[in-house]
C-alpha cells in the first residue's frame, strides 16, 4: 500500500482532570470577585485544581487521560510508535513530558516529543499527526493535550486566574485503510509580533518595558485581556471559514464545531458570526475552565462519550493561543 492510499482514523479518546474543583464560590474568598462577575465575563463556573500533595502534575494527568484512551481502544503501549504531548506548562524541561509518559506507561521504544503551541497545542498534533501516518513511517500515535494553568495562575489578578483550570484530554490514532478518513485540510498559523498579549515571563527582561510590574509577576501567566479578545473574535471565524472554503466543506456538513475554550464569550461571538446552531459548537468551558491545551482533547472525548458524534462525520478543530497561534484541522472521523 502506497502512503497516499492511507487514512487516520481516531480509534479512542481519554480524559483526566485533578480530584480538587475550585468553583467561583472559591474564589470569591480568595480575591475581589463573585460567581455573577466571573459567569458574565468568562462562563466559568468551576474549574479544577491539581495539588501536588497528591502527586497531580500535567505529566500524572497525562499517563491518566492516555491510559484511559488505550483501555478503550484495546491498544497496548507497547504498540505505540510516538507518544506527543502539547503543553506549555510542563513539569521538567528536560526530560520531555511525552518521554516520562511513555516510560511510565510502557511505550517503550516509542519515539516521544512535547509540542508547545499553548492553546493551540492539541490542534497542531492532529495535524502533524495525520501527516506523520500518512506519509508511512508511523502506525499508532498517542496524542495528548494537557496544562495546569492554575498553577501558573496570580490569584491576586482576577482577570487572568479567574479563566485558569487543569486538565487533559487525549486520543489514540492509527492508519487505516480508507484514505477518504483522517485531516481534510490542515492550517498552523502564528504571529510573533504580538507574544506580550499573553506570556508567562520568567526573567525581568522577559517584560515588555511598557508593562507595569514587579518580581511577584514572574512564573505567572500575563494577558492583555481586551486585545486577546479581540484577536480571538476575528482569528476564530476568519480561520474557520478559510479551513471550510479550501476544504471543500460546507458549514452546513459540519457535525461539530471541537473549539478551544477560552471564553464564552469568544465561542458565542464566533458561534454567531458563522451563524451556527448552538448544537452543533460544542461549550464546557463552564464545567473546566480554560485547560489550554486540554480543552479541545477533553471536547471531543466527551463528544465521543456521550455519542453525539460518529464514524463518517466531519468536525472541525479550531484553537487560538498565546505565541500568538492559531490553527484549524477539519477532519472526516
Not at 9 to 37: F, Q
Not at 70 to 97: F, K, Q, W, Y
Not at 103 to 130: E, M
Not at 255 to 281: C, E, W, Y
Request: glycine content about 8%.
Amino acid at each position: 500500500m502506497s502512503a497516499g492510499s492511507f487514512g487516520v482514523e481516531i480509534l479512542s479518546s481519554g480524559m483526566a482532570v485533578p480530584s480538587t474543583a475550585l468553583t467561583n464560590r472559591d474564589l470569591e474568598k480568595m480575591m475581589d470577585t463573585s460567581d455573577e462577575w466571573i459567569v458574565q465575563r468568562t462562563g466559568v463556573r468551576t474549574r479544577y485544581r491539581s495539588d501536588p500533595k497528591l502527586g497531580e502534575d500535567v505529566t500524572s494527568l497525562c499517563e491518566d487521560a492516555v491510559r484511559s484512551a488505550l483501555e478503550r481502544a484495546n491498544v497496548a503501549a507497547g504498540d505505540l510508535d510516538l507518544v506527543i504531548v502539547a503543553t506549555c506548562t510542563p513539569d521538567m524541561s528536560c526530560p520531555s513530558t511525552a518521554s516520562r509518559v511513555a516510560g511510565r506507561i510502557g511505550a517503550v521504544p516509542a519515539g516521544s516529543f512535547d509540542l508547545t503551541a499553548a492553546c493551540s497545542g492539541f490542534v497542531y498534533g492532529l495535524n502533524i499527526s495525520d501527516s506523520l501516518i500518512r506519509q508511512g513511517s508511523y502506525r499508532t500515535i498517542a496524542l495528548i493535550g494537557a496544562d495546569s494553568l492554575t498553577r501558573v495562575a496570580d490569584y491576586t489578578n482576577r482577570k487572568v486566574s479567574i479563566l485558569s483550570g487543569d486538565g487533559a484530554g487525549a486520543a489514540i490514532l492509527r492508519r487505516c485503510d480508507d484514505p477518504s478518513r483522517g485531516c481534510l485540510f490542515q492550517s498552523m498559523y502564528s504571529d510573533g509580533t504580538l507574544w506580550d498579549y499573553l506570556y508567562i515571563p520568567t526573567r525581568e527582561e522577559h517584560v515588555p518595558a511598557d508593562v507595569d510590574w514587579n518580581e511577584t509577576k514572574l512564573n505567572y501567566l500575563q494577558m492583555k485581556g481586551r486585545e486577546v479578545f479581540k484577536f480571538a473574535v476575528t482569528k476564530f471565524p476568519e480561520a474557520l471559514e478559510e479551513a471550510l472554503t479550501k476544504s471543500g466543506v460546507k458549514m452546513s456538513e459540519l457535525a461539530m464545531v471541537i473549539a478551544h475554550q477560552s471564553n464564552a464569550r469568544i465561542i458565542d461571538a464566533t458561534r454567531k458570526r458563522l451563524a451556527l446552531p448552538a448544537d452543533r459548537f460544542y461549550v464546557n468551558i463552564d464545567r473546566y475552565g480554560n485547560t489550554s491545551a486540554g480543552s479541545v482533547p477533553i471536547c471531543l472525548h466527551e463528544l465521543r462519550e456521550a455519542g453525539r458524534i460518529h464514524s463518517g462525520d466531519v468536525v472541525a478543530f479550531v484553537a487560538m493561543g498565546g505565541g500568538m497561534t492559531w490553527g484549524t484541522s477539519i477532519w472526516r472521523l
